[in-house]
């Protein structure tokens, strides 16, 4: 079953571009957080983080991580 939308590549345009930023940005995220130390969060919840609004930053949990709500993420576009 499906909640939200779905996007592939040989979608109408603009799908193939919203992806393509959408997969950049991804990858930008992913070198970004690959390349810290330290967490800026660590433990938020004890690992219970359903129905949290969470700020933008690198988080960390020793064990395990559990979202029991619906989880929506936004970001700012420049």
Same mark, same amino acid.
């Given at each position: 079953?499906?909640?939200?939308?779905?996007? !592939?590549?040989?979608?109408? =345009?603009?799908?193939?571009? @919203?992806?393509?930023?959408?997969?950049?940005?991804m990858e930008t $995220?992913y070198t970004d957080? !690959?390349?810290?130390?330290? =967490?800026?969060?660590?433990? @938020?919840?004890?690992?219970?983080?359903?129905?949290?609004?969470? $700020?933008?930053?690198?988080?960390?949990?020793?064990?395990?991580?559990?979202?029991?709500?619906?989880?929506?993420?936004?970001?700012?576009?420049?």
């Amino acid at each position: 079953m499906l909640d939200g939308k779905v996007y !592939a590549s040989n979608y109408a =345009p603009p799908t193939p571009s @919203i992806m393509t930023t959408a997969v950049s940005d991804m990858e930008t $995220a992913y070198t970004d957080a !690959a390349g810290r130390t330290l =967490p800026d969060y660590t433990e @938020i919840g004890a690992g219970n983080i359903g129905g949290m609004t969470l $700020a933008p930053g690198l988080y960390k949990w020793g064990k395990w991580c559990n979202n029991t709500h619906r989880c929506y993420t936004f970001w700012k576009l420049n």
